[in-house]
């Protein structure tokens, strides 16, 4: 099982389909080149047998023609023919038939069809002048008719028909010689570029290795913060995007630990308080009953606080899941807004602060109607909070809308927030001045889930403050929800 395994990871790993590529593009070309030449030598060797065998036929058939081979029969210069053809047949490893003019065999050298008729087409052509030359390849043999005619008479009558047949075996073997000496070259380039090609590879795929190496030591932890292969540009990129993703995990995991021992100690705040206030009520068994009514009163009012803080948190994890789970529905912004601020207007009285709101134009929306409220509400009341409390006091909640968004604007003419604390009050339990908002109840999640609720939205905020003169919080949210 382990060994298919790791047969299996091999065959699916870069280094064995470079070397399968290598040795395809290294081999395919030497094959395909001995195959051609193995083949165009056969066909090469045969043309030259073939002419040099007509061309020496050829002067045989007129020795025999201007000789009175043929009609005197044994005679010295017939004799000398005979030999000729000898010659011609053990040079060529062959036969000679000569057949006269009334298609009886005069000669054959096998001896075998001696006086016998010969009526084969090919005999029928040369007689009609005709040189016919015929290559048997799966029997490795050239057949060869050619007519037997005077070249110095001018009627050139054909006195008869020679019919050779020459084996090609020896070229056979030449080429069966060559193909194995080929096959040897062929194999032994291919042992020893597969053997390169593994050398080549192992240094080449050294940095990836280095990469997997590197990645796995920074997870085991005893490795760099940092992972740095300047082999190639490709590691380098790989290394970067790496150190890069790394990072950002870094800061997610600071981030999650400082939110946990942020929200222990907000829980842990007010039972502390809840403590002090018991253990001191506790140890003065004879106070008055008002003293009671008060330490109790302080008590609940840490219990409103621990559960607001919890509250926040559960909207604020509930806004930290996927948009998928926005509940849209379509929606009247304006009244919506008309509800939160009748539901604030309590709050803003308490605190002597004018509440107003402006609608523009009327404002349907798709929004998740739940999470849209906590944003506002967060927003407008901590605009009523953190506003001044002489009584001049003012709030502006404005609407608008073009044709692709809807547009909230929360203004107020409050404490205003300092330039360097703008970039973090999105922060959870962020805030500016700790005591003086839990002075007011705050508990630094409100903008958080207020952020949240609106990017679930693909909306955009904006802020922009004076110190001591006021803020303007500036909302953007599609009309068409996007998914
Ligand atoms: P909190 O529950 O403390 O109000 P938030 O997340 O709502 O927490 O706000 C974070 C901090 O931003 C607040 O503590 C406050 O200091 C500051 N802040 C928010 N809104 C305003 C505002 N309209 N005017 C002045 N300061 C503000």
């Not at 605190?351 to 404002?363: A, G, I, N, T, Y």
């Not at 205003?416 to 007011?440: A, M, N, Q, T, W």
Request: aromatic residues 6%; hydrophobic residues 40%.
């Amino acid at each position: 099982m382990q060994k298919s395994k790791r047969f299996l990871q091999f065959i699916k790993s870069l280094k064995f389909r470079l070397i399968l590529l290598i040795l395809i593009i290294a081999i395919a070309p030497s094959l395909i080149l001995s195959v051609g030449i193995l083949n165009s030598y056969e066909s090469r060797a045969v043309s030259i047998r073939e002419s040099e065998i007509l061309s020496q036929a050829k002067i045989l058939a007129n020795q025999i023609a201007t000789s009175e081979y043929m009609s005197l029969g044994n005679n010295l210069e017939s004799s000398t023919i005979q030999a000729q053809i000898d010659m011609l047949t053990t040079i060529y490893d062959g036969r000679v038939i000569v057949v006269d003019n009334n298609f009886r065999v005069y000669h054959d050298t096998y001896n075998l069809d001696d006086h016998k008729m010969i009526i084969a087409e090919e005999v029928i052509r040369s007689f009609k002048g005709e040189d016919i030359i015929h290559y048997d390849s799966e029997n490795h043999y050239i057949e060869m008719t050619i007519p037997i005619s005077d070249p110095n008479d001018k009627n050139s009558t054909i006195i008869g028909v020679m019919l050779i047949s020459v084996s090609t075996d020896n070229i056979m073997i030449n080429q069966a010689y060559l193909r194995q000496i080929a096959t040897i070259i062929v194999v032994v380039v291919g042992i020893a570029i597969v053997f390169f090609a593994i050398l080549i590879l192992l240094y080449l795929l050294k940095p990836l290795a280095k990469i997997s190496d590197g990645i796995a030591a920074i997870k085991d932890g005893y490795g760099e913060d940092c992972l740095q292969v300047n082999d190639y540009s490709e590691t380098i990129q790989i290394c970067e995007r790496f150190n890069q993703m790394l990072g950002r995990m870094k800061i997610m995991d600071d981030s999650r630990q400082e939110f946990v021992s942020n929200v222990s100690h907000e829980l842990k705040t007010p039972l502390t308080s809840m403590k002090v206030l018991a253990d001191s009520i506790n140890s003065m068994p004879d106070a008055p009953k008002e003293l009671y009514q008060e330490f109790m009163e302080d008590i609940t009012n840490e219990i409103e606080r621990e559960t607001k803080i919890i509250n926040d948190l559960l909207s604020l994890v509930k806004m930290d899941k996927s948009a998928a789970d926005l509940n849209v529905s379509t929606v009247n912004v304006n009244e919506l807004l008309e509800q939160i601020l009748k539901r604030l207007q309590p709050i803003a009285d308490k605190q002597k602060v004018e509440l107003v709101l402006e609608s523009f134009r009327p404002v349907t929306a798709e929004v998740d109607e739940v999470k849209i409220t906590l944003a506002i509400t967060n927003l407008v009341e901590n605009a009523i909070k953190y506003n001044r409390n002489d009584g001049e006091g003012w709030v502006h909640v404005s609407l608008n809308a073009d044709h692709q968004y809807f547009y909230l604007k929360v203004e107020d003419s409050g404490i205003g927030i300092p330039e360097e604390s703008l970039d973090h009050i999105y922060e959870r339990f962020y805030r500016v001045d700790k005591s003086h908002s839990r002075e007011i109840g705050g508990t630094g999640l409100g903008l958080a889930i207020t952020r949240n609720s609106i990017l679930m939205h693909r909306g955009a905020i904006k802020v922009h403050s004076v110190l001591g003169e006021g803020t303007t919080f500036d909302v953007r949210i599609p009309l068409n929800y996007i998914a």
